[in-house]
């Protein structure tokens, strides 16, 4: 008689017991499926972001090549795209993965014939032959949705100076 009422109170443990068991996985998996579905997101973006940056820099680059060549971007003359007289097939970035035209790259004049620096009359003997003019080369890659970087770079071009022997 004891053994049947025991054996009566000891059904359904089990089956509490396993549904408890499947919360508890369920629970996990649901949680590892979320922090997957975040860390894919994140990566997908920090690849876009290097992508723009990349692009970016290339515009950068791109600007800086064209020094000495008769489309010298810094000739003193503002011109908002120094890849103007580019054909389109011949563009320094055209083999970017989404096309020259997602980078602006712009040289600006920031100050005209002025005493380089580092250079006085206790270091150097050439102070009052060369002057050195500043620019600033601004390149912005954008892409909607996705990643927008801009990068900014000073150059200093030394010239002839004003105040002449």
Do not use: W
Request: glycine content about 6%; proline content about 5%.
């Amino acid at each position: 008689m004891k053994a049947g009422k025991a054996r009566g109170l000891q059904q359904g443990v089990a089956l509490v017991v396993a549904l408890l068991f499947l919360l508890v996985v369920t629970v996990i998996s649901v949680i590892a499926a979320s922090n997957s579905s975040i860390s894919l997101k994140m990566s997908a973006n920090l690849a876009d972001a290097y992508a723009s940056f990349q692009s970016a820099e290339a515009g950068v680059i791109a600007v800086l090549s064209l020094a000495g060549t008769a489309d010298d971007p810094f000739d003193g003359d503002d011109t908002p795209d120094p890849f103007s007289a580019f054909d389109p097939n011949e563009h320094p970035l055209s083999s970017l993965s989404d096309g020259p035209n997602s980078v602006d790259a712009e040289v600006l004049l920031t100050t005209a014939a002025t005493t380089c620096p580092l250079e006085s009359a206790e270091t150097a003997s050439s102070v009052s032959v060369y002057d050195c003019e500043f620019y600033r080369i601004d390149a912005e890659h954008e892409v909607p949705k996705e990643a927008r970087t801009k990068l900014e770079l000073g150059v200093i071009k030394k010239i002839i100076g004003t105040d002449s022997l």
